[in-house]
């Protein structure tokens, strides 16, 4: 199968992971056949693979984590001692502090990761670490990989094979790739996409 297939003609796990799928057609598909819909896109993912090849939702074990700390992210105002809780998200309040400490910050995936893991710690420590994040991603150390994120990382490598490409084409480029089968990683013979009609 070269085309593309509606995740219901998928006729098992295997058949369906080789293909890329928004998380909305995810949501629809699983809505539709009484699968849970929460969690995040590779999460949703799984519970649709298993349906596929069993027949029926998997059954899952109810783990809520409780959220202790009730410090509002979104209006208290942060200091360099603010302590990072469990109840930590990513706000405007957050974005406006960080650029106070890093000009032109912005938040990235790695940085998430470290706020999120680091309970307990300080936003000192935290501007300590994305600076860090911040040179290894300039000195071209890897990070980690991020298997949910798989927009961000082919578009890295399309602009390091491409360096004069542009997101227009780089766009163009995910739309066509992703109507065949994975792994959705960049390699130069992915251009010739361009090139179809």
Known sequence: MTDRP????????????QWYYLKTELVAFARAHGIKTTGGKFEIADRIAYF????????EAKTTRKVISKFDWHSTP??????IT??????QNMRRFMQAEIPHYKFSIPFMD???ANVGLTLADAVKAAKQ??????AGKKQ???PHNQYNAYTRAYFHHVPTGSQQELRRLWALRRKRPGPYVFAPKDLDLLKEK
């Open 6 to 17: 509606e995740i219901a003609q998928c006729t098992d796990a295997a058949t369906f992971r």
């Open 52 to 59: 596929l090849d069993h027949g029926a939702p998997p059954v």
């Open 78 to 83: 942060l200091t360099p001692e603010t302590v």
């Open 86 to 91: 469990d109840s930590y998200k990513n706000t």
């Open 114 to 116: 470290w706020m999120k």
């Open 133 to 138: 994040i911040e040179a290894d991603k300039k």
């Open 144 to 146: 980690p990989n991020q």
